[in-house]
């Protein structure tokens, strides 16, 4: 049976963070690819050229906010202005050790974020969130 779940993009600048998640879901699912993104211009650009090579995007992507170079709300300035029909393929989830009322604010303006959680993440938790979407998507379109 296929996964539901096949690519998980990870941004955070804590490599032992992305290490519990990782780990985590290999657990969880062994077939699912996971790629870490240690700022928000590295991960960006990784989406870009998955956009530029019509390859699909991964179907969970796990922000940070506080990292160096740039950001998780730059990250977000630039990912919203990707094709819709590429956004439309990927839930994104803020991943935050702050209850910042600002950042929490901001993530429900976004459309494009589907939720703030505050770390640790319960990955388990973010799967479930993904097959509602899922559900939600195809009772649209149904």
Do not use: C
Not at 22 to 45: C, H, M, P, S
């Amino acid at each position: 049976m296929k996964s539901i779940i096949e690519n998980i993009l990870l941004v955070d600048d804590s490599r032992a963070v992305s290490f519990v998640y990782d780990y985590t879901i290999k657990r969880i699912d062994a077939k699912i690819n996971t790629v870490i993104k240690t700022n928000g211009l590295n991960a960006f650009e990784y989406l870009r050229q998955l956009n530029y090579n019509s390859q699909d995007p991964p179907n969970i992507i796990i922000l940070d906010i506080n990292m160096p170079v740039m950001n998780g709300w730059g990250f977000m300035e630039h990912y919203d202005k990707l094709p819709l029909h590429f956004k439309q393929q990927s839930m994104v989830i803020i991943g935050s050790s702050s209850s910042n009322i600002d950042d929490i604010q901001m993530a429900k303006e976004n459309e494009n974020v589907h939720d703030y959680l505050i770390k640790p993440i319960d990955i388990e938790q973010v799967f479930e969130k993904y097959q509602k979407l899922l559900s939600k998507q195809f009772k649209e379109t149904a």
